[in-house]
Structure formats: structure tokens, C-alpha cells
């Protein structure tokens, strides 16, 4: 009795699995196939992009408190009397890899474009994750893939403090060694790079929100955040662990964050300037546009 009772469960379940797998769409395994490798290719990018956007974040927090020792030293400046200061800057670290791990490394930029690789051998470096188009999306000069191989070491970015004369933060900072600068020039033209900085890092962010929109889209990833969005975890990230510098990382993030919105605002013509009825209207009022867009940046 239950045998034949368990073999009527059975027979109704593969009858519903079979109806079931009529209805589901055949999907080509050549297009899963190329799905999974635009995703490599997409993540590979974004780990490049996570890594740029914490180096400009460095480099944020180092020209603020560049900014605050010049002020210090503002009397010395102004006399050009020579003087030193202690300021971070960059460096590249070699990391030894283990046995059977294999890295993708620009030998012009000394930069790793992708850890771990799966591809050993360098002739077959144009397969990997980090290039499209024969170019390397990852490393800052976009090499060609050629001059990107496989060493037993990958390079890690990280900073350190040094300390620095008067000429050589002129030199740094593009500004002449034999003409005498004053404290105003100096912290002029350091908001300048800040502000590229900063632009660099908003550009980037949003960069990055657009592969991950990419994944939702071939629907690989869920729950894709706006630039804003990502910005706003960042920032909460920094407020939690509280690492060394975080505070002037955030202002950096906050200034990025400035930015994205302006950048959205663009794209999407700004919500308060649609019409009635719905549609975008031609931006004809720039003031008017900048007041409207200025409160949308008031954050509390």
C-alpha cells in the first residue's frame, strides 16, 4: 500500500519537474559562458577601482594636513626661509607569493592590475580578467597587454611619512624653486590639486556604481547602490573602524560625495526641474539651476 502510494508521489513530483522544465526559456551555455566572463572582467575592474579610489583618498588626507603645516609654518614661508616639514607620501610594497598563486603585473606602471590571476603564462596575458581591447582597464597608464606579466611577487600601495624642504614641496607641487611663494600661493594651488583629487575620486566612485549596475543588469548581483549611496556606507565604514587619518578621509569622501550628487544631478536633469507634467525641461536658467541644486547639497 505505501509502496504504490510513495510511487504515486514520486510519478506526480518528475510529472511537475517535467512540466516545470517545458516552460523554462532554453538559455545558450555560449551566452552563460560569456556572462560569467564580462562578470570576471567587471569585478576584476572594480577591485581596481576600490584600490584607485582608496589611494586618492590617501592623497586627500595627505594634502589636508600638508595644508595645516603650511599654516604653521606660514611666517618661514613668506621669508622663503628653508625649513622641513613631515608629510605622507606613496609607496609601492613587493609582496612574495605563495606556490601556485600567479598575479598579472604592469612592469611600466609596477602595479598589480589583477590577484589572483588564473593565468600563468604571459603570452596569454590578453585573456586576462584585467584587459579589454588589448588594453589593461586597471593600471594607471591603461597599458597594452603585453606589458603586463606573471612574477612570484604582487605590489601593494600604502603610504609613509618623509620629511620634506620648502623646495621640494614647491617641486610637488609644480611650483618654481627660484621665486619666492607665499603662504596664499602655496594653499591656492594645494586646493586646486585637492579639488582635482577629489573630482578624480567622485569620478571614480561613480565609475564604480555603473559596473555594479552592469551585474544587476545581466543579473549576476542585486541590491546595486547609487554613487551616493556607496559613498554614504564608505563614510560609515570610516566612522566605525576608525583607522588612523579617518577623519580627513571622510571630509574627502564628503567633498566626493559633493560631486556625485552634481554629477547625478546632471544625468538626471534634477527631479525639481521637470515640469508638471513630468518631463525634463532644458536647463535655460543657470542660477536658477545652481540655487535648486545648492539646497538639494545641503546635508545635515
Known sequence: ??????????TMSMTNFYKGLYKVTP??????RE?????????TAVVGLQKEINQRLQQVEAIRKLQQAVKQHEKKIDANVNFTVQVSVPFTNEIKLNPGEYVTNC???NYTCH??????NNADKS???AITNQQCVICPKKCHWSKHVNVPVRYEQGSRMEHKTLNELK???ELSTKEKVTTEQMLLRMNEVLNDVTGKVAERLFAMTQSLARLDEIALRVNVMTTTEYIHVLIANEERVKRPGYQDRIEGLKDARTKALIIDAAINNDVALKSPGGKRQPIR???????????KLRWK
Open 1 to 10: 500500500m505505501f509502496g504504490s502510494l510513495y510511487y504515486a508521489m514520486a
Open 27 to 32: 538559455k545558450s551555455l555560449l551566452l552563460s
Open 35 to 43: 556572462v560569467l566572463k564580462e562578470r570576471e572582467k567587471i569585478e
Open 107 to 109: 612592469i611600466l606602471c
Open 115 to 120: 590577484f589572483p590571476c588564473g593565468i600563468p
Open 127 to 129: 585573456g586576462c580578467a
Open 171 to 173: 617641486e610637488a607641487f
Open 285 to 295: 536658467d543657470t542660477a536658477a539651476y545652481l540655487e535648486t541644486l545648492g539646497k
